[in-house]
């Protein structure tokens, strides 16, 4: 099993500010990695793929970055409606796993 | 469009059995895994399991493996997560999502809105 710690669990940050969420592995991944964004009530979107690819339709504030073992998803300059819950995911191998999550909300 | 749509919420008691269903439109729906994810109530996202529609090949995560059954009807563009027997600990929300092109290893590009289920007695 993969293990994934992802970091910060509570992020307090104002519109806009520059916010990053680490996700590091317990082993390596390659680029196996998505990130998800999750609003109270609703499913989980994909924000980004391939530990760097934006999803179609998602604004070009948010960025990913990294492989091997240490990633890290960045909001530019955040907007209202980017306070949520932020998943890592991998799918290098089975199991699948996530990240425990980050809530991103309104300092 | 690519549309996944669940069935709607359920209540049921201990020991009851269940089965929800996830409908795939707008695209093959035999040509792309479908996965499942629990979320219990004010918890983080659980990956349980997958399938690949057009062979129905199926992979569990170890925490799910004996406690469900993931199955898909190629022929209505449906798949399926079932219980024989419920319990409360199955209190959750579920989700379907398709994985994305690159096969079994692809992130989740569309997600279900979700079904609720309730166990209770």
């Known amino acids: 099993v993969i293990w994934m710690t992802q970091s910060p669990s509570l992020l307090s940050a104002s519109t806009g500010d520059r916010v990053t969420i680490s996700c590091r592995m317990s082993?390596?991944?390659?680029?196996?990695l998505a990130w998800y964004q999750q609003k109270p009530g609703k499913a989980p979107e994909l924000l980004i793929y391939a530990a760097s690819t934006l999803q179609s339709g998602v604004p070009s504030r948010f960025s990913g970055s990294g492989s091997g073992t240490d990633f890290t998803l960045t909001i530019s300059c955040l907007q209202s409606e980017d306070f949520a819950t932020y998943y890592c995911q991998q799918y290098y191998s089975f199991p699948r796993t996530f990240g425990q999550g980050t809530k991103v909300e309104i300092k | 469009e690519v549309q996944l749509v669940q069935s709607g919420a359920e209540v049921k008691k201990p020991g009851e059995s269940l089965k929800i269903s996830c409908k795939g439109s707008g695209y093959s729906f035999t040509s792309y895994w479908i996965g499942w994810v629990r979320q219990m109530p004010g918890k983080g996202l659980e990956w349980m399991g997958i399938i690949y529609p057009g062979d129905s090949d199926t992979r569990y995560s170890p925490s799910f493996q004996g406690q469900v059954t993931i199955s898909a009807d190629k022929s209505i563009s449906t798949a399926y997560l079932q219980w024989s027997s419920l319990k409360a600990s199955d209190t959750a929300m579920y989700y379907c999502?398709?994985?994305?092109?690159?096969?079994?290893?692809?992130?989740?590009?569309?997600w279900g809105q979700g079904t609720l289920v309730t166990v209770s007695s």
């Open positions: 082993q390596g991944i390659s680029s196996y």
């Open positions: 999502a398709r994985l994305g092109s690159g096969g079994i290893a692809a992130a989740g590009d569309y």
